[in-house]
């Protein structure tokens, strides 16, 4: 008997089949988006040390009531004012002898914040108050900080202050973890540290 | 005479699609290695808010993940229209929360716990007592490192 050859398997559907899986998992990809503000809560202080007595003029205090309406400093105010407001706070520099801030551009009033490392902002919100509107208050402080910490980081280096950051956590750039850069980011942290506080 | 009329046909030769198949299984294999499958199904509205001054979260195996809201549509007969927490596949009480970070550090090894984040994945419509009661759970088990997980965007696509 000669040999047969065995019948050659179309694979004509081959695609067919391939292209049901890759539809499948076209659908249910999901290229997940995990971004967000990062805070670091307060840990729970039970001691019986008393709190340091902060000077009424370095706090700013921001308080969302109920129906989501802005209260700083005591008076109403619009969200998009909330930044402006909130860097000029920062950035006074009231301060005179020790507490003098070289490097502020603020207006020096006596009657608001001494230093940027004095400055606290201190936010307050009610239980019914709506976590969108508390996202965007939040927003709106980190954003103060951001700006100071860019503008300080141009001044000093030439580049903005998350431009450095990123370089830092970034394995593909040639500062990735170098010691020389976190230095600079230390020096931009500490002359902007953010000092946010909420209350309980 | 047939010598000539056979040079004459003017048909496009059929083009090969047998290398078809490879070029779909390469696109095929992209996908299945770029998916990452949802571990949990969400019970909740989980419509997060905008922010635009976001920071990136790496490092996914070392996120705790805790979802509140409002129970989804399928949800709202059996447990009502008030926002929830939820943990895992389950919804949950406040009181939960104490368990579930323990039960994910001791799934973790040790030398990590110290980098552990928790991320608030919170629909923008919840009120801010469910979040300020789960913050409060967190500071009694010392998980200080939260993150408000957001979309990027501009903050003004949160009001409506």
Redesign the interface.
Known sequence: MAKRAAPEVN?GS??DI??L??IF??V?????????????????DDSQVEPPVIKQKNIFTVL?NKNDQLLVEDELME?KDLRKAAVEFLDNGGGAGEDACGYCKGKKDPKSSDNPDKAIISLK????????????V???L??AY?ELRNRRAQELFGRPFHEMELAYDDSRSPEFKSEKLKEKIEKIKLEYPQKLSEV? | MSKFKKKKSGDLPAISTASLPDIVFMLLFFFMVATVMRDTTLKVKNDLPFADQVEKLDKKDLIMYIYAGKPSDRFQSTFGKEARIQLNDKFADVSDIQAFIEAERASKREELVPYLTTALKVDKDVNMGIVGDIKTELRKVNALKINYTTRNGDISQNKD
Not at chain 1, 128 to 135: L, P
């Open positions: 694979a081959m695609a391939a292209f899986l890759l998992f076209l249910t990809t999901t290229i997940e988006t995990d971004t967000g503000l990062s805070r670091k809560l307060p840990p729970i969302i969200l919100n009610e239980r019914e108050t709506s976590y969108a509107m508390y996202i965007s939040q927003n709106e980190v954003a951001n309980q």
